[in-house]
């Protein structure tokens, strides 16, 4: 047995509990590993809640979460290159998400293919490597979408948040200059800290009002429907904007003559992330991280048995950099 946060119909953080459940038989090219720590995304919050809907004619009772680092204790008989002891990370690819085909992540040990993980060298730190994690994955990937070269600029929406404050730090790793947006002035001076080289608060100052319209490179766009229109406009001809989330909204409205000045628009899910990707990826993150490009993004932990609180902080919008889920002692 092992303990568990699940939840049995879509609502509040209160839908959470924290149960007691039964570990699965391990498959031929399966591996378990003991969870260290899991973090708590924005994908967590819409499943749980119901604004992504869990596939399948049975989701409940959902374990979620969409990745965790951790240290495995058994592998299947088909398993080979890693062993029990080894330190690994895993991400996606069904895990705990919208698919409904993997237990998540918030629990205390957890059950994938071998072909999921992507194995830690011994100078890594398991928790600096999930702080990174999905987040800069999913930053890494978008801003790689823009194709932008040295020098250029790139807007950045909803730079406070997880994917957006990896962002800020990897687009200044690429070597390209960062206009980020808040919508608090108290994450300003956190901006700041992550090298952006302009800050807009929408609350105060709308883009339209600050960027003129034709002047951007790139943009990396987490808010969707709040700020999609004037991100549209702030783009040169040639210039492409990538769409990574939609935390405002995902109705979005654009004028059709934008399109005329051959802009291009795209996006990245990573929902198509597979093990090759995520050892490649990570490979790159964990390499900045090391050489002092980028730094372990600002986490908090708090204990497995806390979810509903966890998830409650990050609805507040309040709450700046990641929380991290770790079992509980026993």
């Given at each position: 047995?092992?303990?568990?946060?699940?939840?049995?119909?879509?609502?509040?953080?209160?839908?959470?509990?924290f149960?007691?459940?039964?570990?699965?038989?391990?498959?031929?090219d399966?591996?378990?590993?003991?969870?260290?720590?899991?973090?708590?995304?924005?994908?967590?919050?819409?499943?749980?809640?119901?604004?992504?809907?869990?596939?399948?004619?049975?989701?409940?009772?959902c374990?979620?979460?969409?990745?965790?680092?951790?240290?495995?204790?058994?592998?299947?008989?088909g398993?080979?290159?890693?062993?029990?002891?080894?330190?690994?990370?895993?991400?996606?690819?069904?895990?705990?998400?919208?698919?409904?085909?993997?237990?998540?992540?918030?629990?205390?040990?957890?059950?994938?293919n071998?072909?999921?993980?992507?194995?830690?060298?011994?100078?890594?730190?398991?928790?600096?490597?999930v702080?990174?994690?999905?987040?800069?994955?999913?930053?890494?990937?978008?801003?790689?979408?823009?194709?932008?070269?040295?020098?250029?600029?790139?807007?950045?929406?909803g730079?406070?948040?997880?994917?957006?404050?990896?962002?800020?730090?990897?687009?200044?790793?690429?070597?390209?200059?960062?206009?980020?947006?808040?919508?608090s002035?108290?994450?300003?001076?956190?901006l700041?800290?992550?090298?952006?080289?302009?800050?807009?608060?929408?609350?105060?100052?709308?883009?339209?009002?600050?960027?003129?319209?034709?002047?951007?490179?790139?943009?990396?766009?987490?808010?969707?429907?709040?700020?999609?229109?004037?991100?549209?406009?702030?783009?040169?001809k040639?210039?492409?904007?990538?769409?990574?989330?939609?935390?405002?909204?995902?109705?979005?409205?654009?004028?059709?003559?934008?399109?005329?000045?051959?802009?291009?628009?795209?996006?990245?899910?990573?929902?198509?992330?597979?093990?090759?990707?995520?050892r490649?990826?990570?490979?790159?993150?964990?390499e900045?991280?090391?050489?002092?490009?980028?730094?372990?993004?600002?986490y908090?932990?708090?204990?497995?048995?806390?979810?509903?609180?966890?998830?409650?902080?990050?609805?507040?919008?309040?709450?700046?950099?990641?929380?991290?889920?770790?079992?509980?002692?026993?």
């Amino acid at each position: 047995m092992a303990k568990a946060v699940q939840f049995s119909e879509y609502g509040s953080p209160s839908v959470l509990t924290f149960v007691d459940i039964e570990l699965p038989p391990l498959k031929r090219d399966e591996i378990r590993f003991r969870v260290i720590a899991a973090p708590v995304n924005r994908g967590d919050i819409e499943i749980r809640s119901g604004s992504r809907k869990i596939k399948g004619k049975e989701p409940f009772p959902c374990i979620p979460g969409l990745e965790a680092v951790g240290q495995i204790t058994e592998c299947g008989a088909g398993v080979h290159g890693i062993k029990v002891g080894d330190y690994v990370i895993t991400m996606m690819q069904k895990l705990g998400g919208i698919h409904g085909e993997i237990p998540g992540s918030h629990q205390e040990f957890v059950t994938v293919n071998v072909y999921a993980v992507a194995k830690l060298l011994d100078n890594h730190a398991p928790l600096d490597a999930v702080a990174l994690g999905l987040t800069s994955v999913t930053a890494l990937n978008g801003i790689t979408r823009l194709g932008l070269h040295k020098n250029e600029t790139v807007l950045i929406t909803g730079a406070s948040g997880g994917v957006g404050s990896a962002a800020v730090q990897i687009a200044k790793a690429m070597n390209f200059k960062v206009i980020a947006t808040t919508t608090s002035s108290n994450k300003i001076e956190y901006l700041n800290s992550l090298g952006a080289d302009k800050i807009i608060n929408t609350e105060e100052e709308p883009i339209s009002e600050q960027i003129e319209n034709g002047k951007i490179d790139g943009v990396l766009d987490t808010v969707g429907k709040k700020t999609f229109a004037d991100c549209v406009r702030t783009l040169k001809k040639g210039g492409k904007l990538c769409s990574v989330g939609a935390s405002s909204g995902a109705d979005i409205e654009l004028l059709a003559w934008e399109l005329m000045r051959e802009v291009i628009l795209t996006g990245y899910s990573s929902e198509d992330l597979s093990g090759d990707k995520l050892r490649a990826d990570l490979g790159q993150l964990l390499e900045w991280h090391g050489s002092g490009r980028i730094t372990t993004p600002k986490y908090k932990c708090m204990p497995l048995s806390e979810a509903v609180r966890a998830h409650e902080l990050i609805e507040s919008n309040v709450h700046t950099g990641r929380i991290l889920l770790t079992p509980d002692a026993r």
